[in-house]
């Protein structure tokens, strides 16, 4: 009787270029783990993954309030004043009847990033604080699903091309809104990238063993 290895299937990963399987190894912070046969990167270790994006997650729910409701932009033309946020940006859509348009921007720029925050805020803190909380793996997927579609850089994009059209017909004023909006954009930005997804899924795999015993 021939004897056969019991492979963990949990301590392999396949490169997504080219589907080599790797053994997972312990790496210090800052390393990469790279294919052994195409170079592409595998994972990276990233230092104090879990207290970080909570941290920036917090930070990007303070956040988020101002740069949604406080003025963007604020333009005075011949004597009238008008104050712009998104909201009211959103609000203005839906009463030009640019329903798709308004639509899409609510979703995109108002309620995904939101939710996103949320979904991170939720899953970290139940990791530091080492206790499941209701819901945890769902929760994950479906960051990892919809995160992608939270599309503030395109709305900045938007923001900068809205000055440069209409500074040549009016007077255009910073709000305390646009500061949000670009703090809230770089917290996201640096959330994605200090987030280590294998650190969270190792984690829901442990609990999903003890709960097995």
């Given amino acids: 009787m021939s004897n056969l290895a019991v492979i963990n299937l949990s301590s392999l990963i396949a490169c997504h270029e080219c589907d080599l399987l790797h053994t997972i190894k312990k790496l210090n912070p800052g390393e990469v783990a790279k294919c052994s046969r195409c170079g592409a ?43 712009n946020s998104l909201f009211t940006g959103v609000k203005e859509l839906y009463k030009g ?30 990791l530091r604080l080492d206790k499941k909380l209701p819901g945890v793996p769902d929760v994950f997927r479906l960051y990892n699903e919809f995160h992608v579609w939270a599309m503030l850089e395109v709305y900045m994009l938007g923001i900068l091309v809205a000055l440069t059209k209409l500074g040549s017909i009016a007077s255009v004023y910073f709000g305390i809104g646009l500061y949000s909006f670009i703090g809230l954009l770089i917290i996201t930005v640096f959330t994605s990238t200090s987030l280590d997804p294998r650190v969270v899924w190792n984690k829901i795999e442990e609990w999903s063993r003890l709960e097995e015993k």
Wanted: glycine letters at 2%; proline letters at 4%.
């Fill in 41 to 83: 990167t595998l994972y990276k270790e990233k230092e104090n993954s879990i207290t970080r994006t909570l941290s920036l997650s917090i930070a990007g729910l303070i956040l988020y309030i101002p740069a949604n409701f406080y003025p963007i932009l604020v333009l005075k033309v011949i004597g009238n004043t008008r104050a």
């Fill in 97 to 126: 009847d640019f329903w798709f348009v308004a639509t899409l921007v609510l979703i995109t720029s108002i309620a995904l990033p939101l939710l996103n925050i949320l979904a991170l805020l939720y899953v970290t803190l139940s």
